[in-house]
């Protein structure tokens, strides 16, 4: 069976296909301002890779928060669930997971068996999300992907006071303006929002082994920001960004066999 989910973000657009429980494609696009449009081309996009059409497929599942959106899913599913069944189908020992998206990060507390015990979530702010990074890339006039590596060459990070989005790009501003280096005003707004992360997933707790996903966890300077800030190890998956659409492709292939009764049953 040819299985589907679909991953709806502010930013970007993912859609996984599996074929059982084995990965035949995905695709990421920026999400744009047409949800519904952008759900049809991205799935059209990773179906193209696996040589398939959306004719082949048997069941969808859709995820984030254009999940509604998404006019031929057969179900939406909060991408809390969908973000934990896909790293604990990649990462069974995953206890958190830190989820750093385009405009909204969260924290999701695993038990033993995979399950979501609690969670907390920023979808209200820029301060602690891809978005900060990407206003904060174009004050000081640089790739938003090579803050990482910038960021790594710091020996002084500044620190920055500002949680608000826009005080910060004040703040950015002035340190600018005193000589401060890229390097560590990088590094600064890297600490910062790890600092706000942790603070936000504190109620959850930080347990082995923490994996942390979303597009943000591409930057190598943020995971080694949100390392230090939690005092631990951070693992990340090879894509870091498809674990909610990974999740729901997943759970389509259970919804499907629900669908499908044995044979001899009644």
Known sequence: MILAG?????????????????????????????????????????LAKAALSIGNVDYVIST??????????????????????????????????IDIGGQDSKVIGLDDNGNVTNFVMN?????????????????????????????????????ISSTCTVFAESEMVSLRAEGKGH????????????????????PIGFKKDVVFTGGVAKNVGMKKAMEDEIGMEILIPEEPQIMGALGAAILAGFELNKLIKPVGSH
């Open 64 to 97: 984030g928060y254009g999940r509604r959106s998404v006019l031929f899913a057969h179900k939406a599913v909060t991408e809390i669930i969908c973000h934990a069944e896909g790293v604990g189908s990649l990462m069974p020992e995953a206890r958190t997971v």
């Open 123 to 159: 979808d209200k702010c820029a301060a602690g999300t891809g978005r900060f990074l990407e206003v904060m890339a174009r004050v000081l006039e640089v790739d938003i992907n090579e803050m990482g590596p910038i960021s790594l060459r710091s020996k002084n990070p500044c620190q």
């Open 183 to 202: 390097g560590d005003l990088i590094a600064g707004i890297h600490k910062a929002i790890a600092h706000r992360v942790a603070i936000m997933g504190k």
């Open 6 to 46: 679909i991953d709806i973000g502010a930013a970007t657009a993912k859609a996984v296909i599996l074929s059982t429980n084995k990965m035949l494609s995905f695709s990421i696009m920026p999400t744009g301002s047409n949800v519904t449009k952008i759900a049809e081309v991205v799935i059209k996009g990773a």
